[in-house]
């Protein structure tokens, strides 16, 4: 594996991050849940990026730049579902949902979707009305499928693929955010003065901030890892997608208390970044799945398929 996206990824993920920062950034997100009509001027500026030409299934290059997109719209907690939108299928944009719901984050921004189950059924559906506006996340919305889900049995190899590449993506825009979350934190806890110093100043608080930012390193490679893996071997990345996406919700848990626990009372302020950070990202943190449901079919998906390491571990011959 190569550790190094390639120049022209990183080059994209520049132009997105300038591109979000020029609608506000995380600002944006309080636009939109104040006025839910503004984020079509995030639908306007993923167009000029090339979001409709971004499809990451194409060629390691396009993956690469669809990661950074997803990796760029989590540290603002971008009012959009970038990885449905990159992974369109017949047109559609591509979510993967609950067992029992279909439930999807922005799900009002588009006519219809292609859903996917993580059992292998699937359907396009529709949104049924506007977000619920719950704690799940401020524009997540219920749909109703336009007919029977397709039964497990005749379940289309390529929706396996796609909710891989959902589960990738998704794992990327995660560590947007959590990379995000610390930077808000030390840059908190650089200009806070207590007992007449800097917070940082506090070796428990460089503590904390040392293991947040190697906690997000370390999925970070991992995130790398699950990319190449769906690009060199997809027919067995199955396991690694699910590494990443048990991970990630683990490191999230960890990141995300860390970093608002150091703001103090102001992290559960809606007028600071980070508690708008929090909160637009528990629809990615939930949605399909949480971390136990997550395990389970991680360990079922190591059972049947093995998971490639430095020791002999996985399926038993």
């Known amino acids: 594996m190569n550790p190094v996206l390639p120049r022209d990824a990183v080059e994209f993920g520049e132009t997105a991050r300038m591109a979000f920062e020029s609608v506000g950034g995380i600002q944006a997100a309080r636009r939109a849940e104040a006025d839910p009509t503004s984020r079509a001027e995030v639908s306007g500026l993923l167009t000029s990026l090339g979001i409709d030409d971004l499809d990451p299934r194409a060629e390691a290059d396009t993956a690469a730049a669809a990661a950074v997109l997803c990796e760029e719209a989590g540290r603002v907690a971008l009012s959009y579902p970038v990885a449905g939108a990159v992974l369109r299928t017949g047109g559609l944009p591509t979510a993967l949902v609950p067992p029992h719901h279909l439930r999807v984050d922005h799900g009002d921004l588009f006519e219809a979707w292609h859903v996917c189950r993580p059992d292998g059924r ?86 904390q901030l040392a293991d947040a930012a190697i906690a997000v390193a370390g999925l970070r490679e991992l995130a790398l890892f699950a990319l190449w893996r769906l690009d060199v071997a997809p027919d067995r990345a199955r396991p690694d997608v699910l590494a990443l996406r048990s991970h990630a919700l683990d490191v999230a848990r960890f990141v995300l208390r860390a970093t608002q626990q150091l703001h103090g009372a102001s992290g559960l302020c809606d007028e600071v970044d980070i508690s708008i950070l929090v909160r637009h990202l528990q629809p990615a943190l939930r949605l399909p799945a949480g971390a136990e449901d997550t395990a389970i079919e991680l360990v079922a998906a190591i059972a049947a398929d093995g998971f490639d390491g430095l020791f002999p571990h996985g399926r038993v011959a």
Do not use: Y
């Not at 029977?148 to 589960?167: I, K, M, S, T, Y």
């Not at 030390?186 to 200009?191: G, P, V």
């Open 122 to 207: 699937a359907s396009t559906a529709r949104a049924t009305g506007p977000a619920l506006g719950t704690r799940l996340g401020p524009f997540v919305c219920d749909l109703d499928a336009d007919d029977d889900l397709r039964p497990v049995d005749h379940a289309d190899p390529a929706d396996a693929e796609l909710r891989n590449w959902w589960l990738t993506l998704s794992g990327w825009t995660i560590l947007g955010a959590l990379d995000r979350a610390v930077e808000l934190a030390t840059a908190h806890t650089r200009d806070r003065v207590q007992f007449g110093k800097p917070l940082t100043e506090f070796q428990t608080v460089r503590f």
